[in-house]
Every structure is written in structure tokens, then in C-alpha cells.
């Protein structure tokens, strides 16, 4: 855990800003996804003219001193939001989440010597974006599924009594927050296998044992600003057993020696990023985003479970994200006619992910807790005019 994010530290933190400024919307939408007004009022000034450089933020050469600089914060500010010590490597790499799954299979499962087993990758399918990344994974290196949630319909993560062993594999890759089905991780399985997570949806929202993974990823677009871009965080004695004989843009020790700059970073994502967390930090860490996330969630929750079945989330009580909170409606034109009403009251971004259904409201980090009382109101507004 970082020191710097205790729960002592985080209540001298003040809250973040409970109302969306003028002309915005509650914006509920699984990402791209809402991002703080300030950061955004930052961004929108240095576009134009980065620390009165004379130069906008989109035209700062890679390599010269104010891209040293904003290279620099954004790593500070990621390692006192993850609380990642030297033993750690911060990297950001170009493009999103899913190229990752095939790429750390490229760097951490060796091709078996002739005659030799050929290492795997275990997997919890969890939900469509594990098993997505399985099938990603599967393209470059043999997967397992050691979990396999198709069997439940996707209504809850595993238990570690659940999952089959992992003795042999590279490493056990799952996901912390299924951003369609709206189940979330407690904490990090413990399993025979180095962990690997894909924590997209949830990264720096709650307190979470960040050192009992090898390695996590995460793409910008939700908790980390822009999309486009990813982060990723990997254990140096991890690292040290990557294959160094890739093409150089695909290797991870690459990208860690050369600081995340081997060719032209994505430096907008680079400068999203580093607001992003140095935000995240300001505001107390994932030690004050914990409780603030969940209280958040639980008005929505409180509708969902007092309207009497006619909102029916999919996952078990003891499952429930709090970042993605996904439910059915009884029937599709139910769906249409809620996310039509709720938009005309300003909440937008509903709609539930194509290949599940339904409603999901993330609310992210930045997504203010007032937004989370409307839509609960909304709800029990909506299922009496309608149930
Ligand atoms: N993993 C999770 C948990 C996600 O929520 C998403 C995107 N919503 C992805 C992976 C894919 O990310 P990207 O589009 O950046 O590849």
C-alpha cells in the first residue's frame, strides 16, 4: 500500500466536486469516460501554450526539456498512486488494453526448446474482456482456462477454491473489474502463478495489493484519461525473465530501458495520464477513491434492490462492481424508453455494452457522487411509472 494514501492521510483530503459544471452532462459512459473538470480546463490551457514554453502541449518535441518534465511527473504521479516502490517499472506503451494480452505472452512464455513442454498461460474467464484476451493470448501461446465463467453466466468472479491449478503455468492472467458484467475482484486471487491483471476498468479506484501482482495493465480511457494508450506496471525481477530477443517495439525491457520513449510516444496520453493520477493522488489515492467509489455505487445498488425485481442485475451481491454496476430491465423497449428518459434529464452514456444488454452506469473515479444520486432517483421514478 502507498503510505502516502492511508486512510489517515485521505480525510484530510477534500472531496472531489459533487456537481458537473454548466453545460455538462452526467456522463456514465464505460470510457472514453468523464475526466475531471480541472484537468480538463488544464489540458484545454496547455494545448495552446504548455507552461508559457510558447509551444502548445501537441507540439513539444519528445526529447526536449518540457516533455523530460512531463514525462517525469506522470511517472512520480503514477508511483504514489500505486504505491510502487524501485523494485517496480512504470511504462506507457502506445495503443489499448487488448494488444497487451498477446504481447505479455510474447515476452513472459518462452517458445518451449525442441522436446521440452511448452510453458501456458492460465486464465479466469471472467467475462468478455478475459475472454477476449484469451483468445488475443491464444494467437502467440497455448492458454488454459482455469476458470471458466461461462458455466455461471458470468454472475461472480472465482473464489480461489474455484480455480483449477496453475502449477506450470508462465503466469495467471485475469481481470480486476469486468467492465460489461459488473463483477469486481476483492482482491487478487491467490493462485500457483505469477499474477497478471488487466485492471482497465478499476485501476487506483480502491485500495488493492498491487505488490501480489508480477504485472498489471490498464488502458487510459476510464481512471486514466485518453484512450489510445496503456500503462503498465511490471516487477523488475518479473521483467528480468522477458525475452530481450523480440523486435525492440515489442518488448517490455525495451520500452522500461529507454523510459517509455524508444520511438514517438503518444505524449498527449503520456500528459493525460500524468494529470490523471496526479489528480487521483490530490484527492487522497485509491485509499480515499475506496469508500468514496463504494458509497458512490451503493445508491445505485439501493435502487436496483428496491424496486421490488424490476431492475435485475445478472451478478451475485458478493460480486458487485463498484465502477461498472450493470443491470437488465424487463424487456428491450424497457431499455429504449430508459435510456431515451434518462438522457433527456442529462444522464447520459446508459446503454448497456452491445454483447450483454441492459443498463451499465460506470462511475469512475472522476464521475461525481451527486450523478449517482440522480440516476438512483431516476431509477425509482422510472420502475414506478413503469413496473
Ligand atoms: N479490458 C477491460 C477490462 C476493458 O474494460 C476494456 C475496454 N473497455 C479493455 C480491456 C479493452 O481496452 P482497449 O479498448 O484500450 O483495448
Known sequence: MNPMTTAATAMRHPEPPTTPGLGRVYNFSAGPACMPETVLAQLRDE??????????????????????????DAFASVRACAGVGADWEVLFLPGGSMQHFSLIAMNFVPTAKAGAEQPWVAFADTGLWSHKGEKETACVRPTKKVFDGATCRFDHVPSDAEIADCTGAAYFAYCSNNTVEGTQFGRPPHV?????????????????DLNA??????????????????????????????????????????????????????????????LMAQWTHEFGGPAAFGPRNAAKAAHIYKAIDGSGGFYRPSMRADCRSDMSISFQLPSDAHVDRFVAEAESEGLCGLRGHREWGGIRACVYNAFPAKGCEVLADFMGAFAKRNG
Do not use: W
Open 213 to 274: 501482482h508480477a504485472l498489471l495493465f490498464a488502458s487510459g480511457q476510464k481512471n486514466l484519461g485518453a484512450s489510445g494508450i496503456t500503462m503498465v506496471l511490471v516487477k523488475k525481477s518479473f521483467l528480468e525473465r522477458a525475452d530481450t530477443s523480440l523486435p525492440p517495439m515489442l518488448s517490455y525491457a525495451n520500452f522500461a530501458k529507454t523510459e517509455s520513449r524508444p520511438n514517438t510516444p503518444p505524449t498527449f496520453g503520456v500528459r493525460v495520464i500524468g
Open 47 to 72: 494545448i495552446t501554450d504548455f507552461d508559457g514554453s510558447g509551444m502548445g502541449l501537441l507540439e513539444l518535441s519528445h526529447r526536449g526539456p518540457a516533455y523530460d518534465r512531463i514525462l517525469a
Open 192 to 208: 500457483a502463478a505469477p499474477l497478471v491483471c488487466d485492471a482497465t476498468s478499476d485501476i487506483f479506484s480502491r485500495p488493492f
